[in-house]
């Protein structure tokens, strides 16, 4: 079946910008995660998402930084006026629960943002 | 407070020859325990997991690793690598008590010269 999807792959933006990503979870997935990856470094938690609780958002690195997502189906990224420390890779993956115990992570495939 | 460290930055081990990717974790109950691989520009993907029961896990593309709970270690392991295993790898933990979040090592580089 369709894994996690993310658009764009890349996007390359002006500093002060304002910058939507995209992410859509595998069918029937009601966990979502967003994540950063800086260049060379690991994984970074932003934000989870489970159903219609309330997201734990306290990965996210400031107020420019938000994420929404309708019910369990697709969730945008959103930095405004970007900033070069800004440039990564923006990974999102979804998990099922139906299962609570141990159900691993699916990633997408990334998008990779640059600020100029 | 659960954590994962990767001792190793970089492995460097010829085709052929048995491959070992070193993690560490620290939890406050009982761990979940992942590996994931990413080969360049794609996102990460799974390859195996510790939930309970055998200590020793079998997973995709010939890796095993061995849950390890004295020495909270869960090192992952390929009898004979490929030059197509070189790659990035990361180990992950969340505590069971944990609904969700899980904590990523910060990476192993895995480099199989010919």
């Known amino acids: 079946g369709a894994g996690v999807s993310q658009s764009p792959s890349n996007k390359v933006t002006e500093k002060g910008k304002d910058v939507e990503l995209r992410c859509d979870p595998i069918s029937g997935h009601t966990a979502l995660y967003w994540y950063r990856q800086r260049l060379g470094q690991g994984l970074e938690f932003l934000i989870y998402f489970q159903g219609n609780s309330a997201p734990d958002k306290s990965g996210l690195p400031s107020d420019r930084f938000s994420a929404e997502r309708t019910g369990e189906s697709v969730s945008t990224l959103t930095i405004q006026r970007t900033q070069q420390e800004d440039s990564a890779v923006y990974l999102c993956a979804s998990r099922s629960i139906a299962w609570r115990g141990g159900n691993e992570q699916f990633f997408g495939p990334g998008t990779r943002l640059t600020v100029l | 407070a659960q954590s994962v460290a990767q001792p190793e930055d970089q492995v460097n081990v010829a085709e052929g020859n048995p491959l070992t990717v070193k993690c560490t974790y620290s939890v406050s109950g009982n761990p979940y325990l992942f590996w994931y691989v990413q080969y360049p520009n794609r996102g990460l993907q799974f390859l195996l997991k510790?939930?309970?029961?055998?200590?020793l896990v079998k997973g995709s593309y010939g890796f095993e690793a061995e849950f390890n709970k004295s020495q909270t270690s869960f090192h992952l392991k390929k009898p004979s690598a490929l030059v197509s295993d070189s790659a990035l790898y990361f180990c992950?933990?969340?505590?069971?008590?944990?609904?969700?979040?899980?904590?990523f090592g910060a990476g192993t580089t895995v480099t199989v010269r010919a």
């Open positions: 992950a933990v969340r505590d069971q008590s944990n609904d969700y979040k899980l904590s």
């Open positions: 510790y939930i309970t029961g055998d200590n």
